[in-house]
């Protein structure tokens, strides 16, 4: 009981007036970007970009993803409110009081794009005195006129001119729109097209028809997808004018469904190969594309200044980029004729094989020990093939080998929308015998439950990286549609045995799709041998297409327990005197699953940070980044984010997002609220609960609610008996308790928790301000 009184004592020393006439008082909204314009600057000149957004004033500095440009800033006003803007964040209506509105800024910037600048994006932000903003993006374009998309220039009649080269920018700005444009061109002329809108987020799906003077349609790209959505060429067979047909491919619209072509004689790469190369060794790499100045080079395996240790990036004279992979095992090639189980090419690990998929399948014949693990990686999607990959191992005759025995014991659906694949949670119709921890099969994709809903419009979430789902034995994650099954399972051995229970009893196969989170459209397989004896890996299209280019890069090895690290934020704005959230998520490979400590390094003074431990059987952890109340930081300072850990004997470090350049700390004033939480330490056992009680101190004359999440707690320790809304605090209140619950399947551990209070706003950007942590020890049933 001592600590309830101190702790009483605190939040009522804590309440405090508002001091405003607006019902939830004031409150700081972080700095926030709605638009840029132009979308597309010319390098080799200076033109000014204006920023549109909310409290931007007294913006000081500008930071760029990558080098070649310069910016000053030429001046700063206030702009008048747009509603759509102010009703709620991302210009939605919003059912919370967010109090007044925050002034609309627009900020002028002069560019200077250096003339030999790399084409394509750059992302900005600003920095202002309540933090930096946002990342802003803009692409470097060659120095070509802009043909604006004028209405009306739906029809052939009302087609705009276009002199190549040029960019045509314009918006497909409601269903059903398409834009016109005519140009003239010479006999045999070759065209290149770029869609620089998809660099930018554009929403829309471009299918581009090109006709000739009497309107019969020559071609159509992109009706297809794949690689004409981004970029294509047409050779024009006789002299003449000819008209460009835009649309969308669902003939949708809106502002969002903007477009920024390029057209031209640019030089464009479109693939390479092979698509990678043994590190420190040459090799001789082929190039196709259009207008290349060269169709080969020699590459060293060393990664560029750009790269990570595993890629090497190829830029020759072009206005796009290649990336190479790079190896450390033996390269070879195939043998061409490997196109079916029976003619299958030996191989050994450790190989790398590079080739192309001629046919409908390529196959490879390899000799395994029994409990003997091997991982088959595919590289081709990421580094520009047109391979959707997909592997399966088989026995020698051909047959696919059973991995695991999946026995579905309780069943449920999806209910109220489809489930995309690359979501976290899925809302099913009841729960009831699903817990924490527990494997869940829907379609053909197993994942694991990491958090029961709150309530009945709640979703169950999942083991996830960046919101992908995380596929259990090498399954994908699919989309699915309302009404799809939802089973919870068991894990048995292949070939067990059961008497039906009349839920589906399924045989799983070694075979993987999409290799997860970063992986994209490329396969990840591994694979532990039933016996000793001769198996078969068998590539395909998981669309049954090939041809020339549809290149890959196939690696067999050993198992390498290893991870990669995300933060967020990536730009915490760092209130002088608080304290704030940083939370850090690992993706763990190759079944590694040791502790990983964290820390954020080379803090300036007045900056410090808590350490953390990524335990086994968990994903992430949320550390502490401090300021002092005499801290100062003219300029934003880099945020690097590390994680250590041992594998055997090998020692692993890595940087969260190192390909980020625009992580950053920056200081902003007083928070709004700072948060205690009592007590400091918590025990329990299997099946115990305890309390908590949190308070809050409002500064600025801040009055709102402040919904409070509790970070690092262990899977099977929940916050119990909470609605949808979670832990909050009311406008009227400065405290609120909640309980915190051991499973009964808790396993003993000791680690911190963290509870950070949210001011939310009509920013995306997190506003979180944290409490000291708590001690949280869970220790064996008694």
Known sequence: MRWLLVFAGLSAAWAGETGTDWPTGNRTTPPTINSVAPLGVPR?????????????????????????????????????????????????????????????????????????????????????????????????????????????NNTPEDAVDVVPPAILVGTISKPGDIDYYKMHVKAGEQLVFEHGGAMLGSRLQPVVSIYDADQNLLREYGRDGGRERLWFAHRFEKQGTYYIRVADY?????????????????????????????????????????????????????????????????????????????????????????????????????????????????????????????VFEVMANRVGSQLDSLIDILDTAGKPVERATVRCVLETAVTLADAASSQNGIRILSWNGFAVGDTVMVGSELIRVQAMPRGPDDDIRFWSFNGQRIGLLDTTPEAHAIDTPVYKVQIHPPGTKFVSNGLPLVRLPYRNDDGGPGFGKDSLLRFTAPADGEYILRLRDVRGLHGDDYAYRLSVRAPSPDFRLSVEPRNPNLPGGGRIPVTVTALRLDDFDEPIDVAIEDLPAGLSATRGVIEPGQNSTTILLNASEDARLDRAVPLKVSGKARAGNRE??????????????????????????????????????????????????????????????????????????????????????????????????????????????????????ASGPIVLKVAAKK
């Not at 702009?79 to 939605?92: F, K, Q, Y």
């Not at 920095?127 to 470097?140: D, M, N, V, Y």
């Not at 040459?282 to 594309?289: E, F, P, S």
């Not at 950053?664 to 009592?678: F, G, R, S, T, V």
């Open 44 to 152: 080799g000149a200076t033109t000014e970009l204006t920023v549109d957004g909310l409290n931007l004033a007294h913006a000081s500095a500008v930071f760029f993803s990558r080098a070649g440009v310069k910016a000053r800033i030429l001046r700063i006003k206030e702009l008048p409110d747009l509603p759509d803007i102010r009703l709620g964040s991302n210009g939605g209506i919003s059912t919370v009081d967010l109090g007044p509105l925050p002034p609309r800024n627009e900020v002028t910037l002069e560019l200077e794009i250096n003339a030999d600048a790399d084409v394509g994006p750059v992302d900005l932000r600003l920095q202002t005195p309540l933090g930096t903003s946002p990342e802003a993006r803009f692409l470097i374009e060659p120095y070509y006129g802009e043909t604006a998309d004028t209405e009306p």
């Open 250 to 374: 669902q003939e949708s619209g809106g502002a969002g469904h903007f477009y920024r072509t390029k057209v031209g004689r640019f030089p464009l790469l479109q693939s390479s190969y092979p698509l990678g190369l043994k590190r420190g060794k040459n090799a001789h790499i082929k190039l196709t594309g259009y207008n290349l100045a060269k169709t080969e080079l020699d590459v060293k395996g060393e990664p560029t200044a750009e790269d990570n240790e595993w890629s090497v990036t190829l830029r020759p004279k072009t206005f796009n980029t290649l990336k190479l992979a790079i190896g450390d095992a033996p390269e070879i090639e195939p043998a061409g004729t490997n196109t079916s189980p029976a003619a299958a090419q030996t191989i050994a690990a450790p190989v790398t094989v590079n080739g192309k998929l001629l046919a409908g399948e390529n196959d490879f014949r390899f000799h395994a020990s029994k409990g003997e693990r091997l």
């Open 652 to 769: 692993i470090t890595h940087e969260a997002n190192p390909e980020d350049k625009l992580k950053l700390i920056a200081l902003m004033p007083k928070p709004d609220i700072n948060m205690e939480a009592q007590p400091r330490e918590v025990k329990l056992e299997p099946g115990q609960s305890a309390t908590v009680e949190v308070a809050i101190r409002r500064n600025n004359g801040f009055g709102g609610r402040v919904p409070v999440e509790v970070y690092n707690l262990p899977p099977t320790v929940i916050v119990a008996n909470v609605g949808l809304n979670g832990v909050l605090i009311h406008e009227n209140e400065n405290r609120v308790t909640f309980t915190l619950q051991a499973l009964p399947n808790a396993e003993p551990m000791n680690q911190p928790i963290l509870l950070s209070g949210n001011i939310e706003t009509r920013a995306d950007q997190q506003n979180e301000y």
